[in-house]
Structures are given as C-alpha cells and as structure tokens.
C-alpha cells in the first residue's frame, strides 16, 4: 500500500577517497574506496538493502555488491574510471536508485568533499549528494525511513549546494542561449 500526498527525503552521499601508496607497484600506485553514506555519516542501513558498484573491467569480479553497512568497497589501482551504481531499497517495491561517480586518483579542481564530514589529510576525494525523494512511499518504506531523523544540513554545505545549483542553472541558460542562436541561424 502506497501512502498519497507524502514525500519523504533522505541525503545521500557517494564518492570515491583514494590515497597514494607508500610502495607503489605495476598494477597499484593507489588505495581506493567507493562509498554510498548518510550525510554526516547517518545510518542509511535501515531503508537500503545493498548497493552495486560495477567497476573496471581490469578488476576481477567487477560488478561488487554490498549488502551491509557501510556500504563501501576498497581495491588497489592505477588508473582512474566511471563507477556505475545501483542503489537497492529494503522495500522491493521502491525502484532501484542509479548514479555514476568518477574515481579520481589525482586531485583536480572539481575534486572536492561535500564537508558534511572530516577526511584524513593525504586522500583525495570525490563526492556527490543527493537527495533521495520517495514520493508516495509505501507504507514498509514510509515506516522504516522515518523511524530515524537526519541530520541537519550545515550552513556551509546548504551554501555550496546552493551555489552548485546556480552554477548549473547557469551553465543551462547558456547552452539554450546558444542553441537559440544556431536555430536563428538556420532559419
Ligand atoms: C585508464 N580508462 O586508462 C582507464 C582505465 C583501469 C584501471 C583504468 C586495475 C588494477 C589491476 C586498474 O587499476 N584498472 O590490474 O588490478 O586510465
């Protein structure tokens, strides 16, 4: 039974941390990790059932499922990919939840953490957050996400969230802006 009228949401953070290792060899100059959390390390455990990280090719058995907390795998490597992910709910019928994350080996501009928690200095991070919106939940669903609270967003995380958002709001007007431009054109 589905409950109408009612959203719930819940943040969600996945990325990868990675660190370079003292003795490096020829397949593994880095540790890395791939992770889905609460923000502010929240348990999540108790409405997602498992996650799948399906990962390089290179690696043995590269499709890598978790079925408890934390939801993290660990590997040693030396080049950097696209991680798909796949976000199980304990209740079936909620659909599956995917997203994409970039392992990064090498710190670049956009390389960044959401802030929500404290890294060991020496890793580098790549993080987004989501928020995951269960529209007219089932009542299994409804129950279980709500039987814990979340933290509450910090300041600095809401502002940089913000600024993200009108970035890319943004970086949309401009490609319509030309877009309209070429159809003007062509016309
Ligand atoms: C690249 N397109 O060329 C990427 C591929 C693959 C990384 C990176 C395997 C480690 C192992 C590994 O790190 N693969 O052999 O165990 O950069």
Redesign the pocket.
Known sequence: MRINHTNLSRLIVYGTASIRLSETRA??THKWKAYVRGYGNGDISHFIRSVTFKI?E??PNPTRSVDTSPFEIE???????TIQGKLYFVDVHEKPLYFLIGLKLHREIYTTAIGDVEYPSGWVINERMDSVIFHTPTSVMYKLVSSNQEKEMSEEVWEKAENEKQRILAAIDHVLDKLVGLSRHTK
């Open positions: 397949d593994a390089h290179t690696f590997e040693m490597g030396w080049g950097e990919f």
